[in-house]
C-alpha cells in the first residue's frame, strides 16, 4: 500500500502469493474491504485506487506493473481520490464559495454522516 503525507493511505493493494487466489471471490473482495475503510477513515475521499497481485512469479508485465507503481506515485491529490473542493491550510479544512460577489470560507469541523458502502 502507497502512503502519502500525514501517513494517509493513497492507494490500496492485493499482494497473495498463490496464483489460484486472483478472483473475484478472494483477492478482489479484500480489495472492497480496504477501499471501504479507507473510505471510512478518510473523510475528504471519493474513491480510492487499488490494484492485485497475485502469484509469485511475474515473468511478464514486469514493466507495466513498475509503470504503473511510478504512475501512482506521480499522481497528485486529485488523481488519487481527494476531493478538491476541500481545502486544508493552517490545520484547518475549509471550502471555499463566491456569495455576494465575494469568497467565503466554509469551515469543515467534522462530518455529520458519512455513507458506509461500496
Do not use: H
Amino acid at each position: 500500500m502507497l502512503r502519502g503525507a500525514e501517513d494517509s493511505l493513497v492507494v490500496a493493494g492485493e499482494l497473495k502469493s498463490n496464483s489460484k487466489a486472483d478472483t473475484a471471490s478472494i483477492a478482489w473482495i479484500d480489495l472492497a474491504r480496504y477501499a471501504r475503510e479507507v473510505l471510512a477513515a478518510q473523510d475528504t475521499r471519493r474513491f480510492v485506487l487499488g490494484f492485485t497481485l497475485c502469484g509469485s512469479l511475474m515473468r511478464n508485465g514486469g514493466f507495466q506493473f513498475v509503470t504503473t507503481i511510478l504512475g501512482f506515485l506521480r499522481m497528485n491529490e486529485e488523481e488519487l481520490g481527494f476531493d478538491p473542493t476541500i481545502v486544508k491550510s493552517n490545520g484547518e479544512r475549509y471550502i471555499k464559495i463566491e456569495r455576494g460577489g465575494q469568497t467565503e470560507r466554509l469551515i469543515v469541523d467534522e462530518v455529520m454522516k458519512r455513507a458506509r458502502c461500496i
